[in-house]
């Protein structure tokens, strides 16, 4: 289900950054210059330490904006709360879907109809391996 990405240990990747909102509609005039720099390392990653990042595959979170070959951002050190989308192993299957508690029982919940939800019970093997903070999508490599 994902490719696990190398190691993230890369000097910081700064470019220009206009503060001027671009519309999605009509075309605008945007200022001229440059307001300031954007570092995408800081952007995406807060704990350095603990963050790792995966290569999607499958359709089950695409109601969410996750598609195949989006890379997750993914970090390990935060607690998941309801309705966090998290990275988990489910009987040695990695899998990634917004994470719900009903009634004490955990579940896994896809963002795409055509998948049905995942009740963890207590004797099945399951770990949370982190929550993702962002994804990444490129539109033309």
Do not use: W
Not at 89 to 116: C, D, M, Y
């Amino acid at each position: 289900m994902f490719s696990i990405l190398s190691k993230i240990s890369t000097p910081p990747c700064k470019v220009p950054f206009f503060f001027t909102p671009i519309p999605a509609g009509f075309p605008s005039p945007a200022a001229d210059y440059t307001e300031a720099e954007l570092d995408f390392n800081k952007l995406l990653i807060k704990r350095k330490a603990s963050t790792y990042c995966l290569k999607v595959t499958g359709e089950s979170m695409s109601g969410a904006s996750i598609f195949p070959n989006d890379i997750l951002v993914v970090d390990r050190s935060l607690r998941p709360d309801r309705g966090d989308i998290v990275v988990a192993a489910l009987n040695g299957e990695f899998t990634v879907k917004r994470l719900f508690q009903q009634h004490g029982s955990v579940i896994l919940h896809p963002e795409n109809p055509e998948f049905s939800d995942i009740h963890i019970g207590p004797e099945e093997d399951f770990t949370i391996f982190g929550v993702v903070t962002s994804v990444v999508r490129q539109y033309k490599r």
